[in-house]
């Protein structure tokens, strides 16, 4: 993939297959060491020990769709080769957490890319779950969270137009920020 947020939302979107009702997406940027995490945590109906170690394979999937599963094995490698890694724990009936480690001077670094529109799509396409977009650079953080969002809004949906270009807009400059 040629950014790492549409692995991001590949990683997502198992977590609602999954069912999760609470899906985290954690970005944490160190510029003086050099490193990222990327993580994606749930709480949807989790992975036996067997699937965990599984699903790096691209020739597993639990999709009846297709007979492979590609996003957690390209998330891997995007990985790898930077230096870093990537690490599954899962429970059954508790969730999953999914955590990628990146060096970014390395020259196969992946850019992180359009993070404000992979979140805002993700809350607007799925209104019936709860997310938590936090990015973290250094000492800096900017945390997102629908449920907040969702009590100040009263009954607006999360999908409606106006909302929706809100939310890019609430991600994409408080991210910014960040860098600053």
């Known amino acids: 993939m ?3 947020s549409l692995n ?3 990683v997502a979107q ?4 999954a069912g999760a009702s609470l899906i985290t997406i954690e970005v944490k940027e160190n510029t003086v060491d050099k490193t990222m995490l990327i993580g994606i945590y749930d709480n949807g109906k989790g ?7 599984s699903v790096v394979d691209p020739f597993f999937t639990t999709r009846t769709t297709r007979k492979v599963g590609m996003g ?5 490698m995007a990985a790898e080769q930077t230096g870093g890694g990537l690490e599954i724990k899962s ?7 999914v955590r990628a480690y990146f060096k970014t001077d390395s020259v196969d670094f992946t850019p992180l890319g359009d993070i404000a ?5 993700l809350i607007t396409m799925n209104t019936d779950r709860d997310f938590v977009y936090k990015h ?3 000492e800096k953080e900017f945390v997102a969270d629908t449920r907040e969002i969702k009590e100040i809004l009263g009954d607006v949906p999360l999908d409606t137009y106006e909302v929706s270009q809100w939310l890019f807009e609430f991600i994409k400059e408080n991210t910014e920020v960040l860098y600053i």
Do not use: A, W
């Open 2 to 4: 040629r950014e790492l």
């Open 14 to 17: 198992n977590s609602i297959t």
């Open 72 to 76: 957690i094995p390209l998330f891997k």
């Open 8 to 10: 991001i939302l590949d």
């Open 117 to 121: 529109s992979t979140v805002q799509m």
């Open 91 to 97: 429970e059954l009936g508790v969730g999953t957490e």
């Open 47 to 53: 992975m036996s020990e067997e699937q965990v170690k």
């Open 136 to 138: 973290i650079v250094n």
